[in-house]
């Protein structure tokens, strides 16, 4: 099962440049197990050490935001789009 | 209606039915889209609520004395409001404003009388707000309202927005907004989640293109003070392409004529609507048109294809 994972600019870093990478997972927690073995580092980018989502990190599958879909235990099916962005102001 | 000034004539804006757009209007389990025409304000969008409220509050606390400079970080409609509201009560403004966003704002403040500092493109309102926070120590008499953060933002939608749909639309039982300073979804999802114990509060924002996430490290990320996402049900990031897809739309059937973030607050309803009216259930979800489209004329938005558009928008700040 292969999942689309768009990366942010700033976490880049961790994969090479590319903007989008895949991985595997039937939740968003595997999900990022699977990136952080391919990609060792990005875990502790988007998790913090409690275990919860970095405050200024936003993940959105299908564009809907994952902290209102049960957050890591958020559910994933084949040909579903991970997108990670940092949390910007508006207004 | 008559009014005393401009600044009284606020608010009680129009709530119409989308009935070509909405995936049920009529007959058994209707499902139905309300837009709130918040670009019948003073000034022409929904921040005429959350600026003379956060103005009144300043000068109840005795913060905001005559002669005043306001200082606020804005990427338009927010300063647009302010600087009608300083005009008529005699403060001056200054609106820091990042360069990224469309001519006719720039145009529009300057003439109102506002004082405009540029912060760089990349970055986009982050850098507008760290940047109006140096601003604000370097000028200490200067009175940054700060709409991320001032509960007058808030609650000028938990008293005005909140019950003026709950008055036009009993039956509300889905409400979605743009999310950017939060406050129209944090004071209106409040007032209505008090009154309507099961309403769904949904928030739209903008997905911008590369250049605006510029930020050098997650940590300089950003989320307004007012937020709370407790009093959200669900969050929708839209791209600049399914906003201008949606906001074309508008105009095509249903004769509005409304802003990019309009669009992307369309498309968030329709997602809802589709599940709704999929699960066979019916629903009356009211949703904000936070301006009207002439701001946004010189961006393209409104001509040639949608992918042409949406290309020349990227980059932009258009909520």
């Known amino acids: ?91 | 209606m008559r009014y005393e000034s401009l600044v009284d004539a606020f608010g009680d804006t129009p709530l119409v039915g989308l009935p070509r757009l909405s995936p049920r209007w009529e007959g058994e389990n209707p499902v139905r889209l309300w837009a709130k025409l918040e670009d019948r304000n003073p000034t022409g969008s929904i921040k005429d609520r959350a600026a003379l409220a956060m103005v009144q509050a300043a000068e109840a606390d005795g913060r905001l004395t005559p002669g005043c400079t306001i200082l606020e970080p804005t990427s338009g409609n927010t300063g647009i409001s302010l600087a009608m509201v300083a005009k008529l009560r005699g403060y001056g403004l200054v609106c820091v404003m990042p360069e990224n966003t469309s001519v006719e704002r720039r145009q529009l403040l300057e003439m109102f009388g506002a004082r405009i500092i540029s912060s760089p493109a990349a970055g986009g309102s982050n850098q507008a707000v760290a940047t109006a926070k140096q601003l604000a120590q370097q000028y200490p008499d200067w009175v940054m309202l700060y709409q991320y953060g001032n509960p007058a933002n808030a609650q000028a939608h938990y008293e005005g927005t909140g019950p003026e749909l709950l008055r036009d639309l009993p039956t509300i039982t889905h409400f979605v907004a743009g999310l950017g300073t939060t406050g129209t979804l944090m004071g209106t999802g409040r007032f209505l989640r008090e009154k309507v114990p099961d309403i769904q509060i949904i928030a739209a924002e903008p997905r911008y293109g590369e250049l605006v996430y510029g930020l050098r490290n997650i940590d300089e990320g950003f989320v307004p003070e007012l937020y709370d996402d407790s009093v959200l049900t669900s969050r929708f990031s839209v791209t600049s392409y399914d906003a201008l897809r949606r906001t074309r739309e508008l105009i095509e059937h249903e004769g509005i004529f409304a802003g990019v973030s309009s669009g992307a607050i369309l498309h968030a309803a329709l997602s809802i609507a589709d599940r709704v009216a999929t699960a066979d259930k019916s629903a009356d979800i009211a949703f904000i048109v936070a301006d009207g489209g002439w701001k946004y004329l010189s961006t393209g938005a409104y001509s040639g294809s949608l992918q042409q558009a949406a290309e020349k928008l990227e980059g932009q700040l258009w909520a």
């Open chain 1, 1 to 91: 099962m292969a999942i689309e994972v768009k990366i942010p600019t700033i976490l880049r870093t961790y994969t090479d440049g590319s903007k989008s990478v895949e991985a595997k997972g039937d939740t968003l927690s595997a999900l990022i197990d699977d990136l952080d073995g391919s990609h060792p580092g990005l875990k502790g980018r988007l998790i913090t050490d409690e275990g919860a989502l970095h405050r200024f990190v936003n993940i959105y599958v299908n564009d809907e935001d994952v902290r209102f879909t049960g957050s890591l235990e958020t559910q994933l099916k084949d040909g579903d789009t991970v997108t990670v962005l940092p949390a910007v102001a508006g207004g």
